[in-house]
């Protein structure tokens, strides 16, 4: 198994920039196909970004597309999503997750780290 601690979420003005961080421990990273979603206050949770499976690029919501940008450090064991030109509709709770790479569904979740956006 693999445990996911996601970090770097905060308050931030509209226009501004996060980086959020995603520290794995019990397995390396590279054995799973790592992703961010997120869920907004009433909402269910989205998809925000991820790896596509064979090639390794990156893969976006189009909401984000863009803006956010996905990449990780396998040295690290980490998962990054750095996002940029922050908007309001932005605020919510980020989550990283991970499945094997012949998963269907995700298995492991981190705890989430909130991100608001200040208009």
């Known amino acids: 198994q693999v445990q996911l601690v996601e970090s770097g979420g905060g308050l931030v003005q509209a226009g501004g920039s996060l980086r959020l961080s995603c520290a794995a421990s019990?397995?390396?990273?590279?054995?799973?196909?790592m992703a961010w979603f997120r869920q907004a206050p009433g909402k269910e949770r989205d998809f925000v970004a991820t790896?596509?499976?064979?090639?390794?690029?990156?893969l976006y919501a189009d909401s984000v597309k863009g803006r956010f940008t996905i990449s990780r450090d396998d040295a690290k064991n980490t998962v990054y999503l750095q996002m940029n030109s922050l908007k309001f509709e932005d605020t919510a709770v980020y989550y990283c997750?991970?499945?094997?790479?012949?998963?269907?569904?995700?298995?492991?979740w981190g705890q989430g780290t909130q991100v608001t956006v200040s208009s």
């Open positions: 997750a991970a499945r094997s790479q012949d998963g269907i569904s995700y298995a492991y």
């Open positions: 019990g397995r390396t990273l590279s054995s799973y196909v």
């Open positions: 790896f596509r499976r064979y090639s390794g690029s990156p």
